[in-house]
């Protein structure tokens, strides 16, 4: 059973920053691909930034230039430094894997960020 757990949301002003952790744990050889995605209030949930095992990245554009996306392979985690945020960045954010050996797609619990003053 494969199980990635996220950290380190909650509720910063206008213009701060937050980092997320992700941390998979159970039986599981490594990822080919970790991510973040985010669901707003009524929205549909979207692609945020995305890792592959060999460091490319892809970015929404509208985080662009604000986020950063990190991770350790040999750790199976994924980080997401999130920098000058905004009101629109609130959402809940999920941390998404799929691992080298599975089509399968894991998806965390979810973590709260609330961007208000």
């Known amino acids: 059973q494969v199980q990635l757990v996220e950290s380190g949301g909650g509720l910063v002003q206008p213009g701060g920053s937050l980092t997320l952790s992700c941390a998979a744990s159970?039986?599981?050889?490594?990822?080919?691909?970790m991510g973040w995605y985010r669901q707003a209030l009524g929205k549909q949930r979207e692609l945020v930034a995305t890792?592959?095992?060999?460091?490319?990245?892809n970015y929404a554009e509208s985080v662009k230039g604000r986020f950063t996306i990190s991770g350790d392979n040999a750790k199976n985690t994924v980080y997401l430094q999130m920098n000058m945020l905004r009101s629109e960045d609130t959402a809940v954010y999920y941390c998404?894997?799929?691992?080298?050996?599975?089509?399968?797609?894991?998806w965390g619990q979810g973590t709260q960020v609330t961007v208000s003053s």
């Open positions: 998404w894997g799929r691992p080298l050996t599975s089509q399968v797609e894991y």
């Open positions: 159970g039986s599981v050889f490594g990822f080919a691909t």
């Open positions: 890792m592959t095992r060999s460091r490319h990245t």
